[in-house]
């Protein structure tokens, strides 16, 4: 894969990092509940780092090992569970499941990019940029499952 076509891919995922930031910032405008609104703020802001680091690889000022990939847990409640509708009076619950499934697309648009790509740096980055995707995911499930079913004091 040349340089140029890496770049192109980097631009990609920008983009992509940009318009997750809206997504949340349009969900953000939704919502009347306060704690939801930081939840919220929090997921928008780890879009934001993302499009920062992208911008940063992208002008070399990190190498090729500046991804890691990290062991996530693959709960797959976006894949049973139906995407509610957005609007402002959701609760918390369906505002994780909202997110989650919109990481759980992130996650499929890195991966079916890095399968079309022969192995090397591009490939890698997707890959990697898929986990990331994908730990998203896990955190709005695991704040989606608390939420949805809480403990109880039966255990």
């Not at 140029?4 to 980097?10: C, M, Q, V």
């Not at 993302?50 to 990290?70: D, P, Q, S």
């Not at 976006?78 to 996650?107: C, G, I, K, Q, T």
Request: proline share 3%; glycine share 4%; aromatic share 10%.
């Amino acid at each position: 894969m040349t340089e140029k076509n890496l770049t192109t891919l980097i631009d990609m995922a920008i983009l992509r990092e940009i318009e997750a930031y809206d997504f949340y910032m349009e969900l953000l405008e939704k919502v009347s509940d306060a704690a939801m609104k930081d939840t919220i703020l929090f997921i928008a802001g780890e879009e934001k780092k993302h499009r920062a680091f992208l911008e940063n690889y992208r002008a070399g000022r990190y190498g090729t090992t500046a991804f890691r990939i990290t062991d996530v847990t693959y709960y797959k409640i976006a894949e049973h569970e139906m995407e509610p509708e957005v609007n402002a009076d959701m609760p918390r619950e369906h505002v994780f499941l909202v997110a989650a499934h919109r990481e759980l697309r992130s996650y499929n648009f890195y991966m079916e990019l890095a399968g079309a790509h022969p192995e090397g740096e591009a490939k890698k980055m997707l890959l990697k940029m898929a986990n990331e995707e994908l730990k998203h995911k896990e955190k709005m499930e695991y704040l989606y499952a608390n939420t949805a079913f809480p403990q109880t004091s039966g255990g």
